[in-house]
């Protein structure tokens, strides 16, 4: 009986570590970021912001709820064990939860993240799968759109990638 225990332990870690599920779990990081900027948008351009950040969380939405039903149909819906996502969500919400980071340069960093993850697994590990490939080209279009929004919000590429290097810096005391 352990041994059966032990066997269900290690394929249920095999599952989760698929790449479709780690960009579910990214996916849901990102909504939850850019939901909680959406509702708390404050100053001067509060309005243009709550606006940009809602546009962004419903098209995430979206995503995640495509990627749910992706990873559900090839593994089991088990696989999206919701204390395994919720424990990797708080982490990838507090690798830069820098409360004095801009709002934009937040999304803008994570989005970057969910982009090269989606990139990652959409080259390397769905190649065989026409679905799978198609959700994530998906997601890739909108993860393009909301980066385009969150650079434009900082004051266009050269200035959101120059901001973003000088938190870096900053975090890492340079």
Do not use: C
């Amino acid at each position: 009986m352990s041994d059966e225990l032990d066997h269900d332990e290690h394929d249920q870690d095999d599952d989760v570590d698929e790449g479709l599920v780690l960009v579910h779990v990214a996916l849901l990081a990102l909504y939850n970021l850019l939901w909680s900027l959406h509702w708390s948008a404050r100053g001067d351009p509060s309005y243009g912001d709550h606006l940009l950040w809602e546009r962004a969380t419903k098209t995430v939405r979206k995503d995640v709820d495509r990627v749910a039903e992706l990873v559900a149909s090839i593994y089991e819906a088990e696989t999206l064990d919701p204390a395994f996502t919720l424990e990797r969500v708080v982490e990838l919400l507090t690798e830069n939860a820098e409360e004095d980071y801009h709002p934009a340069i937040r999304a803008l960093m994570l989005v970057r993240h969910v982009s090269e993850l989606v990139d990652l697994v959409h080259n390397e590990d769905v190649d065989h799968d026409l679905a799978a490939q198609n959700v994530l080209a998906g997601v890739a279009d909108h993860l393009n759109e909301i980066e385009y929004l969150a650079q434009q919000r900082l004051g266009g590429p050269a200035a959101a990638g120059a901001m973003i290097e000088r938190e870096i810096r900053t975090r890492r005391g340079e």
